[in-house]
T-cell receptor, first 119, second 116 residues
Framework: AQKITQTQPGMFVQEKEAVTLDCTYD???????LFWYKQPSSGEMIFLIY??????QNATEGRYSLNFQKARKSANLVISASQLGDSAMYFC????????????????FGKGTKLSVKP | GAVVSQHPSWVICKSGTSVKIECRSL??????MFWYRQFPKQSLMLMAT?????????EQGVEKDKFLINHASLTLSTLTVTSAHPEDSSFYIC????????????FGDGTRLSIL
C-alpha cells in the first residue's frame, strides 16, 4: 500500500492566485515528520516546509503553508500568490521515527504533482 | 541552509564503463546518506542507505554488485555504477542527513547518466 498519496498528477494555477496541493499519508507510527520538496526541471530537490506529527500548529514558511489534519492523515501544501517560478514538480514525503524500528529514517515520497503557473 | 555537493552533473559514456558519482556534505557531518534513482516523470526511488563506516543497505531489487556504495567518511559517499549498460541510464540523486528524523534531508543536484 502506498504510504504517501498525491492524487493530482498535474495542476494549473493563475499567477498571483493561491493553490493547494493534496497529500495523504499512511503510517501506524505516532512519531513522524512530513516534508514538501520542489523539483524544478533542472532536477535539484528543494526543501520547502516541514510538519512534525506532534506539532499542533500548521507550519508556515513564507508563501508556503501546510494544512495539517492529523486525524485525516493529510498534509496539504498551500502556495499563496503563485509566481511563474513556482512551476515545478512538488513532492510530499514522510520520514518515520527510526527509533520505533522498521524505518531507516529515509524519506518516503509520493508520486508528485506537476504545478504549472499561467501568466 | 545545509549544502550537499554531487559530482558529476552529467555523464555520457560507453556501455561497459564504470562510473563513480560523489556526494559530499559541505557544512555538516552526515551520518547517513541516501541514494535515489529517478526515471523521467516519476518519483524518487530509494536505492540504498549508506551509513558512515558500515556496509550500505540496499533496497529490494537493487543489485549491490552493480551499484557499489562506499561511505568512507562523515562527509563523503560514492556510488559506482559498474559495467554500466543503457538500461542504467537515469537520474541519480543523493541526500545527506543527521539522525534526527525531524530534520530534512538535503539533496545534491543530481547526476544525469547516459550510457550509449
Amino acid at each position: 500500500a502506498q504510504k504517501i498519496t498525491q492524487t493530482q498528477p498535474g495542476m494549473f494555477v493563475q499567477e498571483k492566485e493561491a493553490v493547494t496541493l493534496d497529500c495523504t499519508y499512511d503510517t501506524s507510527d505516532q512519531s513522524y515528520g512530513l516534508f514538501w520538496y520542489k523539483q524544478p526541471s533542472s532536477g535539484e530537490m528543494i526543501f520547502l516546509i516541514y510538519q512534525g506529527s506532534y506539532d499542533e500548529q500548521n507550519a508556515t514558511e513564507g508563501r508556503y503553508s501546510l494544512n495539517f489534519q492529523k486525524a485525516r492523515k493529510s498534509a496539504n501544501l498551500v502556495i499563496s500568490a503563485s509566481q511563474l517560478g513556482d512551476s515545478a514538480m512538488y513532492f510530499c514525503a514522510m520520514r518515520e521515527d527510526p527509533s520505533y524500528g522498521g524505518s531507516q529514517g529515509n524519506l518516503i515520497f509520493g508520486k508528485g504533482t506537476k504545478l504549472s503557473v499561467k501568466p | 541552509g545545509a549544502v550537499v555537493s554531487q559530482h558529476p552533473s552529467w555523464v555520457i559514456c560507453k556501455s561497459g564503463t564504470s562510473v563513480k558519482i560523489e556526494c559530499r556534505s559541505l557544512d555538516f557531518q552526515a551520518t547517513t546518506m541516501f541514494w535515489y534513482r529517478q526515471f523521467p516523470k516519476q518519483s524518487l526511488m530509494l536505492m540504498a542507505t549508506s551509513n558512515e563506516g558500515s556496509k550500505a543497505t540496499y533496497e529490494q531489487g537493487v543489485e549491490k554488485d552493480k551499484f557499489l556504495i562506499n561511505h568512507a567518511s562523515l562527509t563523503l559517499s560514492t556510488l559506482t555504477v559498474t559495467s554500466a549498460h543503457p538500461e542504467d541510464s537515469s537520474f541519480y540523486i543523493c541526500s545527506a542527513t543527521v539522525p534526527d528524523f525531524t530534520q530534512p534531508q538535503h539533496f545534491g543536484d543530481g547526476t544525469r547518466l547516459s550510457i550509449l
